[in-house]
């Protein structure tokens, strides 16, 4: 019987079978672990390959960029937010001034109308004046028409510690300038009248003659607070009266 001739392989195609033969086996023996290796020894690490870190670090950076865009939004939003509050405080306190500077108005005016019914009433009682002497009566009139002689008329009608406190009212509301004019308000004379010409209940001089505004304003102050005290007091709280 005659011997099975083999084929005939080139050498560069055995050597490129070989090659890759070797190749698959030294695969095999990385990926397999041995039968005698204790299971308690370190578990290999897969190795990043350069592709995959910088996938890594590319996802890093986009998370830090995202973070910190939320972060600057957020603080604006707070800021604003903070901005808006501090107006809306500012606005609020404006209203209530506004608010509490009407109401005084309004008290006042109030208060005011009042005093000028009850001064006109009392205006209409027949009164008894003292008599004078004629060189008296001759120089009454030229005397009382000063803010001296306003002062004069006052002092005799009350003690001293309410005429104090008199003096003290009509010193902050005009400095005694019996033409003092608010140039806001139009409140005019010794005890800044508003509207002046409630005055022309007491005389129809109120523009000119102090002893006429004294008259006019003693009566207001009796009507409202009872004394000239009783009236500074209340302008000490309230700075008007």
């Known amino acids: 019987m005659s011997r099975r001739k083999l084929p005939d392989v080139p050498w560069r195609a055995f050597r490129v079978a070989a090659a890759v033969a070797t190749a698959v086996l030294l695969t095999t023996s990385s990926l397999v672990a041995p039968a005698d290796a204790k299971p308690d020894g370190p578990t290999p690490q897969p190795?990043?390959?350069p592709s995959m870190t910088h996938l890594d670090h590319f996802l890093a950076d986009g998370h830090l960029k995202v973070t910190e865009a939320l972060q600057l939004q957020a603080e604006a939003q707070a800021a604003a937010h903070r901005k808006a509050a501090a107006e809306a405080a500012v606005q609020r306190r404006a209203e209530e001034a506004k608010a509490a500077a009407e109401r005084r108005a309004q008290a006042k005016a109030a208060a005011e109308r009042r005093a000028a019914a009850k001064a006109a009433a009392e205006a209409k009682r027949p009164s008894t004046p003292p008599r004078a002497s004629r060189s008296q009566s001759r120089a009454l009139p030229s005397q009382a028409a000063t803010v001296s002689g306003a002062r004069n008329?006052?002092?005799?009608?009350?003690s001293s510690a309410q005429y104090q406190c008199l003096t003290n009212l009509v010193t902050k509301e005009s400095g005694w300038n019996h033409r003092a004019t608010n140039p806001s308000s139009g409140a005019y004379g010794l005890f800044q009248s508003l509207?002046?010409?409630?005055?022309?209940?007491a005389g129809s001089d109120?523009?000119?003659?102090?002893?006429?505004?004294?008259?006019?304003?003693?009566s207001?102050?009796?009507a409202r607070y009872g004394t000239p005290c009783g009236a500074w007091y209340f302008w000490l709280k309230n700075r008007w009266y």
Request: proline share 6%; glycine share 6%; charged share 20%.
């Open 195 to 201: 509207p002046a010409g409630k005055m022309a209940s």
């Open 153 to 158: 008329y006052a002092r005799s009608r009350m």
């Open 206 to 218: 109120w523009r000119t003659n102090p002893l006429t505004q004294m008259r006019w304003g003693l």
């Open 47 to 49: 190795v990043l390959t």
């Open 220 to 222: 207001y102050i009796k």
